[in-house]
């Protein structure tokens, strides 16, 4: 990395234990620091969670073990951990009004995981949106241990609006009578229906779980309809748009409780990770207050800013635009991959990540899309104006045909607008 002159001392890492005992890492993590200060994020997975989540992440109740759940561990010394845990579950339920909830799935694909255990017998019919079409891996990609070990059918988009296709959804659905349908998406830019996909469950008699990983900000923050009251259970991760650690959090209703809690602990996990746990109910109390409304209704006025912006430069969007947090840009009339681009926009201080646009020629490795997302610049005070200028550049870096002189002045310039906005 090269910042230079520009990188300030960073006093927490400079004075830090671990600057003393392992330099070579401390070292490491402060480039990084520098990577996230001076860059502009694009990924649409990703954020900068607060100070105060961090340093509840990090907090001495790592230490400790605590398998069960409050008031019914294994072992002794629970004292404070269950009224932690109970914190982080009585913010959820009224962040999301969710009648049960679980906080100690270690992540999103665990989470999800933990759903397939709690309804299905190996084998057992899950419908689940195709991951070439914006679906997630763990929604019964073959490259998964959800598409192994269960019978998935996908469903896909409407190949003409590009939209997911309800009818057909729902045609899937009466011909191969899943026991669970899943919605939810890790590239689709619109919102979802989820009436509509209740409609479709009860019709079949399936469980319908919504993952809203990507979106659960915006939910959080009312800028998103909320799945909670439509979906059997709900998943998320909590380092994506919703700001915090990375963790995940599944929700359901009171009748599916202990069958939830039992496939995360102890069907797919032993311990719970206590300070993501802690930091989970740090995120969530950010989440509850009127800020966080602000941030939401603001990552999607942003993410439509950058989307006018590309339209306006010749890019095609799938779907044309965007209603969440996030912008799919087909390259294909643009006679430019993916990858390549990705790196070039990197190289100009601008990270993104290459990504499938549904019915793609290109393989997954090198495919015709790029994919941005609103939810970390948005934290770090963009509005609309900044958003407008990411489309400005990514148009001349495109125009330039990736020139190496045109990406070096624009490294310069998102670097200087990254320092008139703090990171936490
Ligand atoms: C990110 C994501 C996940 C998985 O989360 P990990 O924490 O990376 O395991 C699951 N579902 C969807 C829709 C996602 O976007």
């Not at 759903?115 to 679906?135: C, R």
């Not at 959080?220 to 309809?225: D, F, L, M, Q």
């Not at 939401?296 to 890019?315: I, K, M, P, T």
């Not at 499938?356 to 005070?381: C, F, I, K, Y």
């Amino acid at each position: 990395m090269n910042h230079p002159a520009a990188v300030p001392a960073i006093p927490t890492l400079a004075t830090s234990p671990l600057t003393r005992t392992d330099p070579q890492l401390a070292a490491l993590l402060a480039e990084e620091e520098a990577r996230q200060r001076f860059k502009i994020r694009l990924i649409a997975s990703e954020n900068y969670a607060s100070s105060a989540v961090r340093e509840a992440s990090s907090s001495v109740i790592t230490n400790q073990y605590s398998e069960g759940y409050p008031g019914a561990r294994y072992y002794e010394g629970q004292q404070i951990v269950d009224q932690v845990e109970r914190l982080a579950i009585a913010r959820a339920k009224a962040l999301f009004g969710a009648e049960h909830v679980n906080v100690q799935a270690h992540s999103g694909s665990p989470a999800n995981l933990a759903v397939y255990l709690a309804f299905l017998k190996p084998g057992d019919t899950v419908l689940g949106m195709q991951l070439a079409h914006g679906g997630h891996l763990t929604h019964g990609s073959k490259a998964s241990i959800t598409g192994k070990y269960w019978n998935i059918v996908s469903y896909g988009l409407d190949p003409q609006t590009k939209l997911l296709d309800y009818a057909s959804i729902r045609e899937l659905a009466l011909q191969h009578k899943p026991r669970l349908i899943i919605a939810g998406h890790s590239a689709y830019p619109r919102q979802l229906d989820f009436a509509a996909f209740r409609a479709i469950a009860d019709e079949v008699g399936a469980i319908l779980m919504v993952d809203m990983a990507h979106f659960a900000g915006l939910v959080a923050g009312g800028a998103h309809p909320s799945p909670v009251p439509y979906a059997d259970v709900v998943t998320t991760t909590t380092h994506k748009s919703l700001r915090g650690p990375r963790g995940a959090i599944v929700m359901c209703r009171a009748e599916h409780a202990a069958k939830i809690d039992k496939a995360v602990f102890p069907g797919l996990q032993g311990g719970p990770h206590n300070a993501i746990t802690a930091a989970i109910a740090v995120t969530l109390q950010e989440a509850l207050r009127p800020e966080f409304a602000t941030y939401a209704g603001q990552c999607v006025a942003n993410a439509r800013a950058l989307a006018h912006g590309l339209l306006d430069h010749g890019f095609n969007l799938v779907t044309g635009g965007t209603d969440n947090h996030l912008v799919l840009v087909d390259l294909r009339n643009k006679g430019i991959a993916g990858k390549p681009l990705a790196a070039a926009l990197d190289r100009a201080g601008l990270v993104t990540n290459y990504n499938a646009v549904p019915w793609d020629e290109q393989p997954p490795q090198n495919p015709s899309g790029l994919r941005l997302g609103s939810p970390s610049m948005t934290t770090r005070g963009f509005h609309e104006a900044e958003f407008r200028r990411i489309a400005d550049w990514i148009a001349r870096v495109v125009d330039s045909g990736l020139d190496d002189k045109v990406i070096a002045e624009i490294a310069v310039e998102t670097q200087a607008l990254c320092a008139g906005f703090p990171m936490p």
